[in-house]
């Protein structure tokens, strides 16, 4: 049995994750794999990716592990990481229209180009930007409120028009989106915190510890 497994659904940039764990959890055993045995028996999961959610998904069903996946969500502590974050609602936009695992209520957007100040944004949203703490949760312990994040994202879940229920984080990009959302026992990000220096080894280092209360 692993103590942390880091989800492999053929999205890159695993190792940059595991890595990052290594060193937040010295001693702990991690491991990459895609087998459902694997993510059954861990006491935490790890669910990055990067890239197109479609083919996301489709790997997540083509190794039956949307079903093992769906049980890990409501029985243990779970860390979505980008893709991670966005398939956890209900749809997307990408791919003409993409059904996503229902954990969070809402649809997530492709950014339109926004301009600012006359000044046309780039999509995708690529670069550091700061992060707006809307909840209090054991996964913010250790950092500062408008701290720095890394993002690398096309596609963004909105901010809902009522209330922020399960928004953890917000953040501005020429319109305001989330980038931290919490259910229970989950807790996911739109940002790397494997790309994000002190403060995403912070919150790495929180995961390790947290035991899926809020």
């Known amino acids: 049995m692993s103590d942390l497994v880091v989800v492999d659904l053929g999205t890159g940039n695993l190792h940059s994750v595991e890595k990052a764990l290594e060193r937040v959890a010295p001693g702990q055993s991690i491991k990459v794999t895609r087998a459902p045995q694997d993510i059954a028996a861990a006491q935490r999961v790890v669910l990055p990716g990067q890239g197109a959610i479609g083919s996301w998904l489709r790997a997540l069903a083509n190794d039956d592990l949307e079903q093992v996946l769906k049980e890990a969500i409501t029985s243990k502590p779970v860390l979505g990481i980008c893709l991670g974050l966005q398939s956890l609602y209900e749809a997307s936009d990408e791919d003409g229209?993409?059904?996503?695992?229902?954990?969070?209520?809402?649809?997530?957007?492709?950014?339109?180009?926004?301009?600012?100040?006359?000044?046309?944004?780039?999509?995708?949203?690529?670069?550091?930007?700061?992060?707006?703490?809307?909840?209090?949760?054991?996964?913010?312990?250790?950092?500062?409120?408008?701290?720095?994040?890394?993002?690398?994202?096309?596609?963004?879940?909105?901010?809902?028009?009522?209330?922020?229920?399960?928004?953890?984080?917000?953040?501005?990009?020429?319109?305001?989106?989330?980038?931290?959302?919490?259910?229970?026992?989950?807790?996911?990000?739109?940002?790397?915190?494997?790309?994000?220096?002190?403060?995403?080894?912070?919150?790495?280092?929180?995961?390790?510890?947290?035991?899926?209360?809020v």
Request: net charge positive.
């Open 97 to 213: 229209g993409t059904v996503c695992l229902g954990v969070l209520t809402g649809r997530v957007r492709r950014f339109a180009e926004p301009a600012v100040s006359g000044e046309r944004l780039k999509v995708p949203h690529m670069g550091w930007n700061r992060v707006n703490q809307v909840m209090d949760h054991p996964m913010w312990s250790d950092i500062g409120n408008g701290s720095r994040f890394y993002f690398v994202h096309s596609y963004y879940a909105p901010v809902p028009d009522v209330g922020t229920r399960n928004v953890a984080g917000e953040t501005e990009y020429g319109i305001k989106f989330v980038s931290a959302a919490a259910r229970e026992n989950v807790f996911a990000v739109q940002f790397h915190p494997e790309k994000s220096h002190r403060q995403g080894l912070t919150l790495l280092r929180n995961f390790v510890r947290w035991d899926g209360t």
